[in-house]
Every structure is written in C-alpha cells, then in structure tokens.
C-alpha cells in the first residue's frame, strides 16, 4: 500500500496524472489530503479512496500514524515539504518505510545547484530524508542522477494536458490557403525566439510557397512588446501572431506544425509530447533533451535543426510546407511513439522503479 500525503490545498498536474494512473491499474494507493481542499475534492471526483486532514500538525501525525497501521502502508509518497517532515517523524515509529516524492516544476540547475535550502523540498532529498525521487523533466533526471545514487532517483514520462487543447471553436484556415506555425518562446532566453524570428524573415525570400504565419505564445502578456520590437526591426510583423499563456489551448488547435526552439536547458520536451499526441508536425532544435525522444525510435517523429541556426530552421520550415508527404510521415511516426497509453506507462515505470509488482521497462527515456 502507498500512501500518498500532501499538507497544501493543492498538487501539481502531473502529480494527479501519477495518482491516475495508479488507480486506473488497480494498484493499492490511499490519498491523505486536506480537508475541504481542491485535493479532496479532485480525489472525491475520481473515486479514490482518501483521508481528510486538518491543518493541525500534530493532530496530522497522529491520523497519518493511525492510517500507516491501519492500511499497512510501507510506502509514504509526499509531495510537499511539511508531508516530508510528517513522514520523516513516521519513520521513526516505521522504520521499514520508504519515503518517495516527485518534481515537476520548471527550476534553473543549469547555472545553479537546486538542491539547497532555497527549495526546501529538494533540501530534504539531498539531506536523504526521501528515499526516491520522482521527476518529469529529463534533464533535471540526469543533474539528479549525477548528484546523487541513481538507484534514488526516477524518471516518469510527462503526461500532456491534451483534455485542455480540444478543437477550437475558431475557424482553421485551410492550410490550402495559409499554413500556420506555432511556438513557445520565453522572452528571458532572447536567443531561442530571434532564430525564429530571423527565419520568418528568411522565409519572406523564398519563391513558390504558400501563405504562412507564425503564432508565437509568450509567457505572460508583458512580453508581448519585446517580441513586436524584434519583429519590427525584422520586417515580419505582417506574417506573425503573439498571444499569451491564457489563450495557449486556443491558438495552439490553430496549428499546422510546432517549432520548438529552445537553445539550452530543458527544452520543449513538454510540447513534442503535445504535438505528437495531438498529431501535429514537429521541427525541434537539436538540444539533447529533444534528440534522445526523436532519434530513440525514428527521425521521421520530427525534422531536428542545430539549435543555433536560423537558416536551417526556415529550411525544415518550408520542406515541411511543401512535402505533405514528409508533413503525413512525421504525424504518423509521432503517433506511433506515443500510441501506447501514456498513464499506463507512468505507472508500470513507477512501480517498476519501487520494485513492486513485475512490470516490463516502458520508458521513452534512458
């Protein structure tokens, strides 16, 4: 049995994917949460079984030690930082459980350590107060894994949110007519969306191809203006679209291909999941984390540019425009890739990783 406790109103997304996806497979989990919480009601909402705590910590103690016997739990997955202390005291009085917590939230370790008591959830797994640690992104996985015993840490597929990205009520132009571009771009890492500006600017000298545009989704409406200051100097305003985070699910169902750009740390690996499960083209920069999803099967899933490269991007942009049979192989391919339901994966590769229960390797990541 594993318990699963979390002391705030709420868990991150991918977080409630795990707790799915171990409950759609039938596997012994409870959920002690908040009471009146938007956990307890998400909970509640999808027939799992789970307990209500109050806010008391020392009246939390003793309902979860009550629980651990009752449930003969041997597992405690945490997913904040009073849920770590609370389970650390439990050991105590348990000395046969394991501590298990998950991370998924974007942090720079490229340039700094993470693991310090600025995050001191992190904190309490360098200081080997968790047992196993649980993490979506893959690069974040390998600075884990170098740090620490790689029998401590554990990759988990990111599972997209593709229930928010249904088909737009807006009208999709017919790509007869104007083929449309999307990406993502963060305006602290300016190099990532100058390539792509600068290839739309190469693309206004190419002959013989349809109408095109390109929809840029930023972080936050903000940067809507650093991005049309760009555009401006490089004369492509005309064919561009800016929108921000709120409106993503309604421009990205516009979308004929998605361009991840990025030009270093953990690049779009969120989007090629989206793309492939919304069976969208890809073009991605040949950042590693991008690389070891496509080249580990097939490298039609998606066309690869060198990350820094601008005309090599507006290259792939217009094979990708003109070849609609190159356009079809790649949305098949990446379809494929991710056939296989990716919630069943989360959990054979979880338990898997825990040693509990016999399941066969099924990750797309090392």
Not at 272 to 289: G, N, P, Q, R
Request: proline share 2%; aromatic share 10%.
């Amino acid at each position: 049995m594993i318990l699963f406790i979390s002391t705030k109103n709420s868990i991150h997304e991918q977080s409630q994917k795990l707790l799915l996806a171990l409950l759609r497979e039938h596997l012994p989990i409870h959920f002690a949460c908040l009471a009146n919480s938007e956990n307890a009601s998400f909970a509640s909402a999808n027939s799992m079984a789970f307990s209500e705590l109050t806010q008391n910590g020392i009246i939390e103690y003793f309902t979860l030690r009550k629980l651990v016997r009752e449930l003969k739990a041997t597992h405690l997955h945490v997913f904040d930082e009073k849920a770590a202390k609370l389970a650390w005291y439990l050991k105590k009085s348990f000395p046969f459980l394991r501590i298990i917590g998950d991370w998924h939230n974007s942090i720079d370790f490229i340039h700094a350590n993470p693991l310090t008591k600025e995050n001191p959830y992190l904190y309490a797994f360098e200081k080997d107060k968790i047992d196993v640690l649980f993490a979506s992104s893959p690069e974040f996985v390998n600075f884990l894994q170098r740090q620490k015993n790689m029998g401590r840490v554990g990759y988990l597929s990111h599972v997209p949110m593709f229930e928010k990205y249904q088909d737009s009520s807006l009208d999709k132009v017919s790509a007869d007519e104007v083929f449309t571009f999307y990406t993502e771009i963060n305006c602290s890492e300016e190099s990532g969306f100058l390539y792509v500006l600068n290839a739309m600017q190469e693309l206004s000298y190419e002959q013989d191809i349809q109408k095109y545009r390109l929809i840029l989704c930023v972080e936050n409406s903000t940067q809507v203006n650093i991005v049309l200051e760009q555009a401006e100097k490089l004369g492509v305003t005309q064919q561009i679209i800016i929108c921000d985070r709120k409106n993503k699910a309604v421009f990205f169902s516009l979308a004929d291909a998605i361009i991840c750009s990025s030009c270093d740390g953990e690049g779009d690996y969120k989007m090629l999941f989206l793309a492939w499960y919304k069976k969208v083209a890809l073009i991605a920069s040949d950042l590693s984390v991008h690389t070891k999803f496509v080249l580990s099967d097939s490298t039609t899933c998606a066309l690869l540019y060198p990350r820094d490269d601008a005309h090599a991007l507006a290259k792939n942009m217009v094979k990708i425009m003109k070849n609609s049979s190159l356009r079809s192989d790649i949305i098949l391919q990446g379809a494929e890739k991710v056939k296989r339901d990716v919630l069943e994966r989360v959990a054979a590769d979880y338990m898997k990783k825990l040693h509990l229960g016999k399941y066969k390797e099924h990750s797309m990541f090392g």
